[in-house]
T-cell receptor
Framework: KAGVTQTPRYLIKTRGQQVTLSCSPISGHRSVSWYQQTPGQGLQFLFEYFSETQRNKGNFPGRFSGRQFSNSRSEMNVSTLELGDSALYLC????????????????FGEGSRLTVL | SQQGEEDPQALSIQEGENATMNCSYKTSINNLQWYRQNSGRGLVHLILIRSNEREKHSGRLRVTLDTSKKSSSLLITASRAADTASYFCATIFTGAGSYQLTFGKGTKLSVIP
């Protein structure tokens, strides 16, 4: 079974630009979560999607947004990039069947490393 | 804010020794999970321990959970160079409306061959 796939793996943007990151979950997984990892703040939860609906959201500004498609693939977008957005963005999927709350293990992709200049 | 706090922040041991990492958290939890991250890569799930469990084993891993002290420990026995990685504890709140996994800042383990 293929793992979680994130694209692109590396990208460089300049301040003010926008970026879209993609995540393909493990086949059959309907829950997709996104995390930002920086040396200073560590791993921080961005949002979680289940069956195309945002089910939970972390404490990030509105410049950070996401969506999930009917095939469970997910994208996240960051608009008006700032230097502080430089980070490793990790996507994770889980076997959540929709029972609240989701308490199971997460399967992570390798991440998309964003550098903002 | 981070729910879990790992201790120590960094740990260096010789191959074959045991490594112990601790995690403290602040609120009631549903379960606690440990993940490993090799440098700059994705996280890999190691073990999950539920709030009604006190100890769990998986291969060379032993996890304990003390809900009265709001703490957990991860023991890696007979460490290998390949165990060199960062280790994170993660918790899920049992409070209403919030159930995302919240990670600590991790323990960086170096196993010297």
């Amino acid at each position: 079974k293929a793992g979680v796939t994130q694209t692109p793996r590396y990208l460089i943007k300049t301040r003010g630009q926008q970026v879209t990151l993609s995540c393909s979950p493990i086949s059959g997984h309907r829950s997709v979560s996104w995390y930002q990892q920086t040396p200073g703040q560590g791993l921080q939860f961005l949002f979680e999607y289940f069956s195309e609906t945002q089910r939970n959201k972390g404490n990030f500004p509105g410049r950070f947004s996401g969506r999930q498609f009917s095939n469970s693939r997910s994208e996240m977008n960051v608009s008006t990039l700032e230097l502080g957005d430089s980070a490793l963005y990790l996507c994770a999927s889980s076997t959540d069947r929709g029972l609240y709350p989701n308490t199971g293990e997460l399967f992570f992709g390798e991440g998309s490393r964003l550098t903002v200049l | 804010s981070q729910q879990g706090e790992e201790d120590p922040q960094a740990l260096s041991i010789q191959e074959g020794e045991n490594a112990t990492m601790n995690c403290s958290y602040k609120t009631s939890i549903n379960n606690l999970q440990w993940y490993r991250q090799n440098s700059g890569r994705g996280l890999v799930h190691l073990i999950l321990i539920r709030s009604n469990e006190r100890e769990k084993h998986s291969g060379r891993l032993r996890v304990t959970l003390d809900t009265s002290k709001k703490s957990s420990s991860l023991l890696i026995t007979a460490s290998r160079a390949a165990d060199t990685a960062s280790y994170f504890c993660a918790t899920i709140f049992t409070g209403a409306g919030s159930y995302q996994l919240t990670f600590g800042k991790g323990t960086k383990l170096s196993v010297i061959p």
